[in-house]
């Protein structure tokens, strides 16, 4: 095997709700093909993430070659399409940009309204739809789904491990929600690499991912409590910020799969 492998796959087809994990999965234009192109909202188009509604951790998602099926407990399941191309448009914001995205129907937005406990509405990112990278970290001018900021997001086993020893209840990887883990490596080793090739596919490493309160939801509870982010605190912090994992923009398309060899370049 090689010293360093790519370990796991996750995609997170609609924002916040759980992730789905896959052994092999398609780059496309914006990132893992199905990561994040659905999106809850409140009345003013503003995005809803487990900040400030924890409870979006217990919304499942399953993925099939059409639809996905999300569920949640004393909820009926409810069937959305991979794509949804047509019907009302919605001017949408994630954190400062400001866009156009396509509203679901009133089923969907019955339904995460009742889960949600606030009037909200399900958005799906159109294929023309145009949300760029910001170009400071990304010349190459990347675009990128309804993710925070950038299309990947990175982390080695081995830091999650060594954060795990500093912690009384160690916690799974699934708090910080990466879409690609990495095994063969040392603790913390990601934050030197400039760049990396995960099989065929190149990314670049745009900047170090800021850890915000999602990562203290338990993603099996949705209840929020104040680890692992008050230990990250005391040791990654810089500039006032805490700092757990690495953004990435991709080079061009191609397959990821579940074991395969990683080079990465030192900055």
């Not at 990128?144 to 916690?171: C, G, H, K, W, Y």
Request: aromatic content about 8%.
């Amino acid at each position: 095997m090689p010293s360093l492998r790519l370990s796991e796959l996750h995609i997170y087809p609609i924002k916040s709700a759980r992730g789905i994990s896959l052994s092999s999965a398609r780059v496309d234009l914006r990132g893992l093909e199905h990561d994040r192109r659905w999106m809850v909202v409140d009345e003013q188009g503003i995005f809803l993430t487990q900040r400030s509604i924890p409870r979006m951790a217990l919304i499942g998602v399953e993925l099939s070659s059409t639809h996905l099926a999300v569920t949640a407990e004393g909820m009926n399941q409810l069937r959305v399409p991979l794509k949804h191309e047509s019907g009302d448009s919605l001017r949408v914001h994630v954190w400062d940009d400001s866009f156009d995205a396509m509203a679901a129907g009133p089923e969907e937005a019955a339904w995460f309204t009742k889960m949600l406990s606030r009037p909200c509405r399900l958005v799906y990112m159109s294929d023309d739809t145009e949300r760029l990278v910001n170009p400071k970290y990304s010349p190459e001018k990347s675009v990128v789904s309804f993710a925070d900021a950038f299309p990947f997001m990175l982390i080695s086993q081995a830091s999650l491990n060594d954060l795990n020893t500093r912690l009384v209840e160690p916690v799974p990887m699934n708090r910080f929600r990466p879409n690609l883990v990495l095994e063969g490596c040392d603790p913390y080793e990601e934050d030197t690499w400039a760049s990396l090739r995960i099989g065929t596919v190149g990314f670049r490493v745009a900047k170090p991912c800021s850890r915000c309160t999602v990562p203290t939801v338990n993603q099996e509870t949705g209840i929020r409590a104040s680890e692992p982010v008050l230990t990250l605190g005391s040791y990654r912090t810089t500039g006032g910020k805490i700092y757990f994992g690495q953004n990435l923009t991709h080079e061009a398309r191609g397959i990821l799969t579940v074991d395969d060899e990683v080079h990465a370049t030192r900055a």
